[in-house]
């Protein structure tokens, strides 16, 4: 039998050749047409086909060609030439058609087979495409969340910077109106507070002038109360318009935060501002205490770190579940300056405390902190050689400490 | 990749016309079969077809004795032309010697031409053979037919192109034996080369052509 591994253009041997048809019927075919015994020999002479015995010396030994070579012999002891060689294109044709019959089987195989290996190869590519699909599918919904909160937080820090420039604009405009009048009321306090010691001067020559219509209108309107409590009127006034100028020069300096330009100051002032604006949210959640330290004049962007400071006070005033304290510590240490703000409030449970600079992260609810406060405050911190740390317990409170190198002389 | 058979003393060269469908394989085959008269010529081999289209190859065996008493047998191959053969044309390319394009010169034809060199370029990376020095000779058939793209467009067309241009109609067989003689001329060295044909079986190029054209008589050994 043939063997299906050779390859369509392998070269076929007599054997391979005649494999489909039945050796006995064809010896026995022969040997009527011949009118002789015959047999089919390979080129080796290995193979005989049918049983016939071998021939006698004088026999006939026709060559059997195929693809150029000789394939095998036909043997006959029959003595008619022309029947011989009939009979041997007779198993020529045969051959021939063996041998077509042979590649077109291989080739057919060869082809089938890579036919087959191209359709697998595209079918674990679709497999693979299925299966990315498949997961694609599984995730979609939890990547439509990621982008959504992407959104959001670009939104919400959109939001946040409008929000902080038009509120520099407005404080920036307010402080330029009211500075003017504050400053004339102030300056016009003044002036009243001389002229009452004036009347006051005057008061005693009046009383004992002895003009007793006079007298009794003094009495009856009674000037004596009135001058006793004009100046602390008046001074309570000159405090009040003193406090108003203080916060407007402070929202001059909150509203200056856009414009980046480094400026000398002592940073205790700049804290002392950031307690002036946060006063109200603080004074109603907690005692603000300051431990403020002599400090060497730092050339800084003072806006930047005011900001600072606001967020750092906000957000202990934030974590007040009840009354509390705050105390801001300032000074140097080991040649940097050093500032601790520290409270009693809620505290930062230890697995969130990681997270607490990344940007977008907030424990608050949405809107009412953009979770970018502490994210800049390192940034700007970082941005000035410094840096800020924290360190929390639940229940007890925080300590953000920020430590900003002193400027080389 | 020729095949050397020490045992018989055999020399096998495979040789492969390639081309679009219908831009008349067989008919080379059929031509060459007519034309040539080599020391050894056996039958063509149709495998198979449907509608005068081949569907597996066609195979039409050459052959000559050289002097050193080796045999040297050329397997001349058509491969099916039509897209969807593509694996039988892959497996029939696999291990030529040298190649064939038949393109077909008709002015509609441009598209299946080059689309099918394209396809000749890709099968011969598929069964490793290196296109770039691969024996190529391209033949544009069907010169004798009314609207074909003129002569000079088309060497105009192929100027950079390395491989040599025949024209030819393979119907009348016009050009038909050109195209094989230089195909040899581009096999012969690579043989040559391989199994030092002129050094120890002392065959030249000249003989080496004209034995298998069947011109041997001419040149006498």
Sequence with gaps: MKTHAKGYDSTLSLRELLSGISPDRLSAALTVLLGAPARVVSANGAWVMGNAPPLAENAKRLPLTHDLETAGHLETAAADEARARAAANLLELFMQSGARYFMASEMHIEVVKADYEELQRRHAALMESEARYKALAENLEMRVKEQVNTIESARRQLYQAEKLASVGQLAAGVAHEINNPIGFIRSNLGTAQSYVQKFQSVAGQVKSSGNAALATAWQTADLDFVLADFPSLLQESVDGADRVARIVSDLKGFSSIDQAEEEIVDLNDCIRSACNVATNQINSRADLKLALGELPPLRCKAGHLSQVFLNLLLNAAQAMKERGEIRIQSGIENGQIVIRFSDTGCGIPPEVLPRIFDPFFTTQDVGSGSGLGLTVSRDIITAHGGNIEVESEVGTGTTFTIYLPVNKP | ?221
């Design chain 2, 1 to 221: 990749m020729a095949e050397l058979d020490e045992t018989t003393r055999k020399l096998t060269i495979k040789l492969v016309y390639y081309g679009p469908a219908m831009s008349g394989k067989t008919t080379n085959l059929m031509r060459l079969h007519d034309l040539l008269s080599p020391d050894l010529k056996g039958e063509i081999m149709t495998l198979e077809t449907q509608n005068d289209r081949t569907l597996f190859f066609d195979l039409l065996p050459l052959g000559f004795r050289t002097p050193s008493g080796w045999l040297v047998k050329f397997k001349l191959y058509t491969v099916p032309g039509q897209v969807v053969h593509d694996a039988t044309r892959k497996a029939v390319l696999s291990r030529a010697d040298g190649v064939v394009f038949v393109a077909d010169s008709q002015r509609s034809q441009g598209i299946n031409n080059s689309e099918s060199f394209q396809n000749l370029e890709d099968n011969a990376r598929r069964v490793g053979l290196d296109f770039g020095t691969l024996p190529i000779v391209v033949q544009f058939n069907k010169r004798d037919l009314p609207d074909v793209l003129p002569e000079e467009e088309i060497r105009g067309r192929w100027s950079a192109a390395p491989w040599p241009l025949v024209m030819a109609s393979a119907l009348t067989g016009a050009g038909v034996r050109e195209t094989f003689v230089k195909l040899l001329e581009t096999v012969y060295p690579v043989l040559d080369r391989s199994f030092s044909l002129s050094e120890e079986h002392g065959i030249s190029a000249k003989a080496f052509i004209d034995a298998v054209t069947g011109e041997s008589l001419e040149n006498p050994r």
